[in-house]
């Protein structure tokens, strides 16, 4: 079985992707920490990265063709990708939605425990960490209707779609495990 998590910044793709493999003893792979390293080997933010993103295809042409790749390779992981519904099509799709001020206050919280990779600009405070998240989704959403004619944000997309602003890590993971067992 593979499950691919998508979702806005801040939603909680890789906490509950993570959770998940964990109770399925699965591999977890997450896209995210691919685009963080790749960031970081650069000595650039993941909003610049974005930017590079843009206007060369390149980065994402390579990630994508790794996400392609292991879906031919492995049968049974899950990963946390915008695009892994687009990639993967035969996976157990999941969207994660949230509340704009939840995902901010939670990118800040991050940015405040020091959980934010240093590729990661850093939020002043919860209503920067809400622009810097907005305009990072406003741009990978432009990038990928431009290169694959595909909206990560359109739910029908998804085979199921998780509400995290009220609910922990655990209880969306529990949801969607629920879904996947009846499905």
């Known amino acids: 079985m593979i499950i691919t998590i998508s979702g806005k910044p801040g939603s909680g793709k890789s906490t509950v992707a993570e959770i998940i493999a964990k109770r399925l003893k699965l591999k977890h792979y997450s896209m995210g920490d691919m685009q963080r390293g790749y960031a970081k080997e650069k000595g650039i933010t993941i909003e610049e990265l974005g930017l590079l993103?843009?206007?060369d295809d390149k980065i994402d042409l390579e990630v994508d063709?790794?996400?392609?790749k292991l879906s031919e390779k492995e049968d049974n992981f899950v990963i946390d990708s915008r695009l892994g519904f687009h990639f993967i099509?035969?996976?157990k799709k999941v969207f994660l939605e949230?509340?704009?001020d939840e995902c901010a206050k939670r990118i800040y919280n991050d940015t405040i425990k020091n959980r934010r990779d240093s590729s990661e600009r850093k939020a002043k405070s919860i209503k920067d960490a809400k622009r810097i998240m907005e305009k990072r989704e406003k741009d990978n959403q432009k990038r990928f209707l431009k290169y694959y004619q595909t909206d990560f944000l359109?739910?029908?997309n998804y085979d199921i779609i998780v509400d995290t602003t009220d609910i922990t890590a655990e209880e969306a993971a529990e949801k969607i495990l629920k879904f996947i067992k009846k499905h």
């Open 53 to 55: 993103e843009s206007k």
């Open 65 to 68: 063709a790794y996400q392609k």
């Open 89 to 91: 099509p035969h996976s």
């Open 98 to 100: 949230c509340q704009k």
């Open 154 to 156: 359109d739910k029908k």
